[in-house]
């Protein structure tokens, strides 16, 4: 009998409470194709990296079990005081306590398994589409294929049990609490609205405005400067979500008290005062919901910043088909090319040599004049490239170069010495990327730089002398296009000098381009890793393989990635960077023990000579770069954090929206009587429709707004740092336009939803 | 100014064919300017669907309801809304009042619905609550204030638009006998002071005894009229009561 009735009573809770169950239903859908991605065997085997998308899949999804347990834990709460009359009217006819409790929760639970069959139906389909995303990002074919994993699906299934075994956690005690008189008269109870201390509490509002102007100037034009101010920030964004309605709600009916002149025209009167009245009752539903909105906006604008990168920056970054790094300057690369040649057909394989300008010894009365060129470009980008700020600057200003020597010792940045390149080398590096020659006079050098840092270095030149073998070299411009620059061909610049000049330089590094006919085939890169003899494994390698595990440690090959990918910005938005130079330090000192725990993708440290240059967040340097092995490599480690970026951003708002939504339907149920006595002062259907809609309009906009400046103002600032630190051109706004629009989609559908249903339910007594 | 308002002939039947249910069957009265009228009847005698017509809450099924040279019953929705702005107030048994706005903004409301000026508001405002006795709790919510002040309020409402007809179903019925009674007073100041023309639908022979007129409905027809005249009220009331007697109903409800 019991479940007969729990049965029906599941039934008319879907069809009340629709939004919810829809809701429940596409978060199943998302969960299982998001975990999907950490159980997909094919990427698994391909790519050495895929731990890092298991573990950010993982954690996106710890947060979103607690969100969505906060989801179930309001619903059930909220269902069972709309449903108090009839607990009440149960325990009248005899039923006890426990009885009714184990309905409820049968119930609840009956509904859960629901939406999650029919999640999982949906999320089979979706899988595919998210599959199919990932592998056109990886450029890799697809088929599809609709199995279930079992592993998928009892992962999703323990992510959704943990929710409701959450939110169900304490809603017993809600029971034994119970009492048939208030039980019956819950639902008869209107908003009791208690005035008191408006006039104090208005100012909460101006104070939050003014709260979030201090921000934006901070963020915008100052900048954060150390741990104490962001946490300053941190603690005042998160009051100010939660104050900032109190105070809205004071200052709205302060205004309706002092009848402010909107107060008299048309239906402004009821609509202030019922939107004030749900602010007062729910600001702390309204600052959770904000909170929830502004990590969705978060979400989606670091997903979409990497994605961004990944479509435009990406190919720049490897111009070469092949290139290999060699720290023993009389390395021929014939081992290297005898595997090219074996694997694919090479059409040119080209050998040459950095160089650097290192003091001889024999010189003994310029040697401090000399170390000082040796290293002059570097301490002059470490000096004045924003990206450093004053890391490497004494306090008077000057440049600190003990720590610019340590620290492109640890190859930090920049290599020990400044890099060189010979013009014929440089010449025929640009005819193998189709680029136009260039000429240079016989007492003439040239610059090669990144684009990112080009207008930076505009005024280098003025300060740097580069000596050829007859005394000072004029200097005859620069150039920007890709050049394989984080590390290859020097760290952000390569100085081309004639090569008559080259004959004092002494070669620093060993370097081969290679262009070879179509696409590398994959596994190529593993293969040239293989080569490397085990000594060096030993040396270098120990920290890799204990996390690589079996894969990487058979191969005897040593290894490092140079990946700063900073996956905790995904998450709060206020990182190392905004907190200026000192922060920024400990954030690199991170980086590097980062960098270590990170050698498990697979690839052979650059030895010696590490100079990747002033790139951070995305930087892949590596001794054998195989392009078309890397592209995909870098695309599915940046899909790690883009997936769950958007897993995140998705899940979260579809919660948000749904509590706002549900609300509102039930008010509309509850506060039925309030149209119709508009109806009785003479407003007909269409004014009330009116008024409904501007009533939805501002109770779904306010949180939106909030979110919006607040997730915008961080979404701005970190878009800002993303393309200054990576050099990608795109405009500030535009990641923050494009989450803006999407969220409005979503937002849209929801919020159509709401406004008919909500009509339907107040016109069927008009 | 005589046919005030002109029932003629109106009917309303529910159900469907098989089952037809007359809820008012050909009933037929007219209204004059300045009358105070009550419908009396038991419960399921057609008084509150008759109200529900005549406040074109509701449509007749056969009939014209006419407002001076205005049918009613041919009008369309949307200029029924309209009509019922410029000329209707209601006063409800459960008062109606809206719960998010003090007692002085829900008569405010009333009036910003039909575009006054502000001072124009104000003015009238401050006029009726003095009027019926409510200025000192202006800025109460209506969950602050007792069942009286309410219906007071509500009164005040209705009134404060200068309506045609106030209809007034079951004022009293959710107050207790004092409050009743100050409330049936201030319909009489509103009826005599005002000129406000009342129609009252009500089951209690007390309340009824205020009135001008009263309409005895018995299952959808009007089958009795008692005129009060110059008489005293308690005589009226003891009228009122025989004639329930007669019709064996609702004695019960006498206090």
Request: proline residues 1%; contains cysteine; charged residues 25%.
């Amino acid at each position: 009998m019991f479940n007969k009735l729990a049965f029906r009573n599941m039934r008319r809770s879907a069809r009340d409470y629709l939004v919810y169950f829809l809701t429940m239903t596409f978060v199943t859908a998302l969960m299982f194709a998001f975990n999907s991605l950490i159980f997909a065997d094919d990427i698994e085997e391909m790519f050495d990296a895929a731990g890092i998308m298991a573990v950010l899949v993982g954690l996106a999804a710890f947060f979103i079990v607690l969100i969505v347990a906060w989801l179930i834990n309001y619903m059930i709460r909220f269902m069972l005081e709309k449903r108090s009359r009839e607990f009440g009217i149960c325990l009248l006819a005899g039923m006890e306590k426990k009885e009714i409790a184990r309905l409820y929760i049968r119930e609840n639970a009956l509904l859960g398994t629901c939406a999650f069959l029919a999640g999982m139906a949906l999320g089979v389909l979706l899988k595919q589409v998210i599959m199919a995303i990932l592998y056109s990002m990886l450029q890799i074919k697809y088929d599809i294929h609709m199995e279930l994993n079992r592993f998928c699906v009892l992962m999703t299934a323990g992510c959704y049990a943990g929710c409701y075994v959450l939110a169900l956690f304490r809603s017993g005690r809600k029971f034994r609490k119970m009492n048939i008189r208030d039980l019956m008269e819950a639902q008869k109870k209107n908003e009791e609205i208690k005035e008191s201390h408006e006039q104090l509490k208005k100012w909460l509002f101006w104070v939050s405005l003014l709260f979030l102007a201090v921000f934006a100037v901070f963020i915008f034009f100052i900048g954060i400067q150390d741990a104490g101010q962001a946490l300053f920030f941190l603690t005042g964004i998160v009051l100010v979500i939660y104050l900032f309605y109190i105070g809205l709600s004071s200052w709205l009916i302060c205004y309706v008290q002092k009848r402010g002149e909107a107060v008299y025209h048309g239906q402004n009167l009821f609509l202030l005062r019922q939107f004030s009245s749900k602010l007062k009752t729910m600001s702390f539903t309204m600052g959770t919901l904000t909170a929830l909105f502004t990590l969705a906006f978060l979400g989606c604008t670091v997903a979409l910043m990497f994605s961004d990168y990944q479509n435009k920056l990406l190919e720049t970054k490897f111009p070469f088909d092949v290139q290999i790094y060699s720290g023993d300057v009389k390395d021929d690369f014939a081992d290297e090319i005898a595997v090219l040649e074996k694997e694919t057909r090479v059409l040119d394989a080209f050998p040459y040599h950095i160089y650097a300008d290192v003091p001889l010894e024999d010189q003994k009365e310029t040697e401090d004049l000399r170390r000082e060129r040796a290293s002059q470009v570097n301490v002059w980008l470490s000096t004045h490239l924003k990206t450093f700020g004053d890391m490497y600057r004494n306090k008077d200003g000057s440049p600190n170069l003990k720590r610019i020597e340590k620290d492109s010792a640890d190859g930090a940045f920049y290599c020990r010495y400044d890099t060189y390149m010979r013009l014929s080398d440089y010449n025929h590096l640009r005819a193998m990327l189709g680029y136009k020659e260039v000429l240079l006079g016989e007492r003439e050098y040239l610059i090669h730089v990144k684009d990112r840092i080009l207008l930076e270095v505009e005024t280098m030149n003025e300060d740097i002398v580069i000596e050829g073998d007859e005394g000072e070299l004029e200097f005859a411009g620069y150039y920007s296009e890709p050049f394989s620059q984080d590390g290859h061909n020097g760290g952000d610049y390569v100085i081309v000098v004639p090569d008559s000049s080259a004959s004092s330089l002494t070669p620093y590094y060993a370097e081969l381009a290679v262009d070879i006919e179509g696409e590398a085939p994959a596994g190529l890169g593993r293969k040239l890793d293989e080569l490397a003899e085990p000594e060096d494994f030993e040396e270098s390698g120990k920290s890799g393989r204990s996390e690589s595990g079996e894969e990487t440690g058979k191969s005897g090959q040593s290894e490092s990635g140079e990946e700063t990918g900073k996956s905790g910005q995904s998450e709060t938005g206020e990182e190392t960077e905004e907190s200026g130079q000192s922060e920024r330090t400990g954030g690199m000192s991170e980086e590097e023990e980062e960098n270590e725990d990170m050698a498990f993708f697979g690839h052979k440290i650059m030895e010696g000579n590490v100079c990747c240059g002033s790139d951070t967040i995305v930087v892949m340097s590596v001794t054998n770069m195989v392009r078309d092995n890397l592209i995909p490599e870098m695309k599915y480690m940046l899909s790690a954090l883009i997936f769950p970026c958007f897993y995140i951003g998705l899940v979260f708002l579809c919660v948000a929206l749904t509590v706002l939504s549900v609300h509102q339907l039930s008010d509309s149920a509850k506060y039925r009587f309030r149209y119709l006595v508009l109806g009785k002062l003479g407003m007909n259907k269409q004014e009330i429709g009116i008024v409904i809609l501007k009533q939805l309009v501002c109770y779904y906009l306010c949180p939106v707004i909030l979110a919006v400046v607040i997730g915008g103002s961080v979404s701005v600032f970190m878009s800002g740092k993303f393309i200054f630190y990576t050099g990608i051109q795109s405009a500030v706004f535009q990641y923050f336009g494009l989450t803006f629009l999407l969220f409005f989609g979503i937002y849209a559908l929801y919020f159509i939803t709401t406004y008919v249903s909500f009509r339907r339910n107040v016109e069927t007594d008009l | 100014m005589k046919n005030y308002i002109r029932v003629c002939d109106v009917e309303k039947y529910y159900g469907n064919a098989s089952n037809v249910t007359k809820a008012v069957d050909r009933v037929s009265f007219t209204v004059a300017q300045g009358e105070f009228v009550g419908v009396m009847g038991a419960s399921g005698s057609g008084k509150t669907t008759l109200l529900n017509m005549l406040s074109t809450i509701d449509r007749v099924t056969a009939g014209h309801i006419w407002y001076g040279d205005t049918d009613i019953a041919e009008m369309k929705e949307n200029d029924l809304a309209k009509f019922r702005k410029a000329n209707l107030g209601f006063v409800f048994q459960d008062y109606n009042l809206l719960d998010t706005l003090t007692i002085e903004e829900n008569i405010i409301l009333a009036m910003t619905i039909r575009k006054e000026s502000r001072q124009e508001i104000q003015k009238k405002c401050d006029q009726i609550m003095k009027l019926l006795g409510i200025a000192d709790i202006r800025d109460q919510f209506p969950y602050q204030v007792s069942g009286g002040q309410k219906q007071r309020c509500a009164c005040a409402r209705a009134l404060v638009n200068r309506p045609r007809l106030i209809l007034a179903d079951e004022p009293t019925g959710a107050l207790d006998s004092r409050s009743a009674q100050t409330l049936l007073e201030t319909f009489t100041d509103m009826n005599e002071k005002m000129q406000a023309t009342i129609l009252m639908v009500t089951h209690d022979a007390f309340s009824a005894s205020y009135c001008s007129r009263i309409l005895f409905l018995k299952d959808g027809r009007i089958f009795h009229e008692l005129v009060r005249g110059r008489k005293e009220r308690r005589v009226f009331l003891n009228e009122i009561l025989d004639v329930l007697a007669l019709t064996g109903g609702e004695v019960s409800n006498v206090q």
